[in-house]
C-alpha cells in the first residue's frame, strides 16, 4: 500500500519561506524517483523539481530557479523542498509524486498560499 503524505503548507507574506515534507511508505524510496508539482486554480499542473535517488536534480523551471530547492533523506523516506522568496504567483496546491515499478503515486497536497 503506497502512501505519500506532504506537510509544510501554509500562508506565508511574500518574500517568506515555507519547506514541504513528503514521507513514502508502501515503497522503496531509495530506488524512487522523486518530483514536486504544483497546481493554481485554473490552471494545469507543473513540475516544481525532480530528483533521483543518487541526488541528481532533474530540473527547475525558469519560475523558481534560483529559490526552490529539491532534496532527500532516503535514510528517513522523505523528500523536501525548500521554497525561498515567495511570490503570490507561488500560490497553489503542491504535490509529491514518486516514480518507482513504472507507476507513478502521488500525495494529496498541501497548501500554499503567499499573500499580505
Known amino acids: 500500500q503506497v502512501q505519500l503524505v506532504e506537510s509544510g503548507g501554509n500562508l506565508v507574506q511574500p518574500g517568506g519561506s515555507l519547506r514541504l515534507s513528503c514521507i513514502g511508505s508502501?515503497?522503496?524510496?531509495?530506488?524512487?524517483?522523486m518530483s514536486w508539482y504544483r497546481q493554481a486554480p485554473g490552471k494545469e499542473r507543473e513540475l516544481v523539481a525532480g530528483i533521483t535517488p543518487p541526488g541528481h536534480i532533474i530540473n527547475y523551471p525558469d519560475s523558481v530557479k534560483g529559490r526552490f530547492t529539491i532534496s532527500r533523506d532516503n535514510a528517513k523516506n522523505t523528500v523536501f523542498l525548500q521554497m525561498n522568496s515567495l511570490k503570490p504567483e507561488d500560490t497553489a496546491v503542491y504535490y509529491c509524486r514518486a516514480g518507482y515499478g513504472g507507476t507513478d503515486y502521488w500525495g494529496q497536497g498541501t497548501q500554499v498560499t503567499v499573500s499580505s
Open positions: 508502501g515503497i522503496t524510496f531509495s530506488r524512487s524517483v
